[in-house]
């Protein structure tokens, strides 16, 4: 059963950074693709960015240049390094697989506000 932590979240003024991790059990990370998705207030749940097996990256253009995806597969573990932060950048962060698995972390909220 896929089982996700987000961690990392926190307030950080405009501009400043944050770095998420996504921990994730089982057997299965290092052959799939995972992804950091995002929720803001009264929207849906948007993908922002992607890392496949191969450590290929792709990114929405909202955040292209400014989120850095990564991932560890010794220790299971995506990170997203997120620079220049800005408040439409809030929101709760989750990571899961692409596609998506059932299960979802809690997710990490972000609050980009001065």
């Known amino acids: 059963q896929v089982h996700l932590v987000e961690s990392g979240g926190g307030l950080v003024q405009p501009g400043g950074s944050l770095r998420l991790s996504c921990a994730a059990s089982?057997?299965?990370?290092?052959?799939?693709?995972m992804g950091w998705y995002r929720q803001a207030p009264g929207k849906q749940r948007e993908l922002v960015a992607t890392?496949?097996?191969?450590?290929?990256?792709n990114y929405a253009g909202s955040v292209r240049g400014r989120f850095t995806i990564s991932r560890d597969n010794a220790k299971n573990t995506a990170y997203l390094q997120m620079n220049s932060l800005k408040p439409e950048d809030t929101a709760v962060y989750y990571c899961?697989?692409?596609?998506?698995?059932?299960?979802w972390g809690q997710g990490t909220q972000v609050t980009v506000s001065s």
């Open positions: 890392i496949a097996s191969n450590y290929g990256t």
């Open positions: 899961n697989y692409i596609p998506p698995r059932e299960n």
């Open positions: 089982g057997s299965i990370f290092s052959t799939n693709a």
